[in-house]
């Protein structure tokens, strides 16, 4: 049985736990004041080149995500999102146990625009409603597609002129990256988003997401907020150094490419069997749609996410690549669509 099913079954890369071992028995500071994590995140301010930025390094997605949508809202604000965000249907409900309401966009391609903003302002228009004031984007989306430099810079000036916040969660940010249909850089993102992360947990770190602040009025006493929300780690060391080790040589970037080629093999297969997706994506997350007697034949074989069902006869299902999937094991898959369609 191999699994397809998500982009964190693996531990970590063989260079992460060899830097880890190798610094194992040095003694520094604690709470990410400690120099590996002070050296990456100067070398993460060189890779966005954006010097001004403050950069936290933090555990997980959700943790992220949590703590800095309730440090950025007042009691009264709400998050914008759309109807597939993770905040809205992954976490449990995290934002809203903080206080703030997660208002839901629909969309077909998991993205939202300047025009589903503007008509969510204009349905909140006094103080009887919570006020909007947080825009929430995955890139890539919850369904794989990817925001182009046009959109964001949109969402961004649209964020402007209505004084919100453009947050992005970046989970799966290397996968966007190195899409080959990305056009997005670092800089880009620091330059157009009031913050954003980093994610590492899926891409070949054991933990560790990093946050990217980048609006002045967002930044003062933020470890406070980390710290009470319990994600100040004591041993914060060993995220400063999966990051030095991930960022040092653009080994992030390698793993997500990986994850990305390993996805477009098993895509390829999918098209030539004309079997049709849920959406297009070049990113480490495909959705075909299946007949339910060809998917019970794959569960036989590979574990993956039942995604919906279609109708009686249809089903989608989520493939997720990783940097750690082996090219014949995405052959094999790529083979087994071929021969048991």
């Not at 925001?147 to 961004?156: A, N, V």
């Not at 947050?167 to 997005?184: E, I």
Request: hydrophobic fraction near 40%; aromatic fraction near 8%; charged fraction near 25%.
């Amino acid at each position: 049985m191999y699994s397809f099913k998500n982009d964190y079954s693996e531990g970590a890369h063989p260079r992460i736990l060899e830097a880890l071992l190798r610094t194992n028995m040095e003694q520094d500071e604690g709470y990410g004041l400690d120099r590996y994590s002070k050296e990456a995140i100067e070398l993460l301010k060189e890779k966005i080149m954006n010097k001004d930025v403050d950069i936290h390094l933090l555990q997980g997605g959700t943790q992220t995500n949590l703590i800095a949508i309730s440090a950025f809202l007042k009691s009264y604000e709400a998050a914008i999102a759309a109807n597939t965000g993770h905040i809205l249907v992954h976490e449990t409900g995290a934002i809203e146990a903080t206080g703030h309401k997660v208002i839901s966009i629909a969309s077909n391609d998991g993205k939202i625009n300047s025009k589903d903003i503007e008509k969510v302002l204009n349905e909140h228009i006094n103080e009887h409603m919570v006020r909007p004031k947080l825009v929430y984007i995955s890139n890539p989306t919850e369904i794989g597609t990817i925001y182009k430099r046009e959109e964001l810079k949109e969402l961004s000036e649209t964020c402007k002129k209505n004084n919100l916040i453009l947050y992005v969660d970046g989970a799966r940010l290397g996968s966007a990256l190195m899409s080959p249909t990305n056009d997005l850089t670092l800089s880009d993102l620091s330059t157009l988003t009031d913050a954003f992360y980093i994610g590492a947990t899926k891409n070949g770190a054991l933990i560790g997401e990093a946050l990217i602040i980048s609006n002045e009025n967002l930044k003062d006493d933020f470890r406070f907020n980390i710290k009470q929300r319990g994600g100040l780690m004591a041993k914060g060391r060993v995220l400063g150094i999966q990051f030095l080790e991930l960022f040092k040589d653009n080994l992030y970037f390698e793993l997500a490419n990986h994850a990305n080629k390993m996805a477009e093999i098993i895509n390829k297969s999918i098209k030539e069997c004309g079997l049709d997706v849920l959406i297009s994506s070049n990113t480490n997350q495909i959705f075909p749609i299946v007949p339910n007697d060809l998917l019970t034949k794959l569960e036989d074989k590979y574990k993956f996410t039942l995604w919906e069902k279609i109708d009686e006869k249809n089903s989608v299902i989520r493939i997720v690549t990783s940097w750690a999937t082996k090219e014949d094991m995405a052959r094999e898959l790529a083979n087994d669509f071929k021969k048991l369609i």
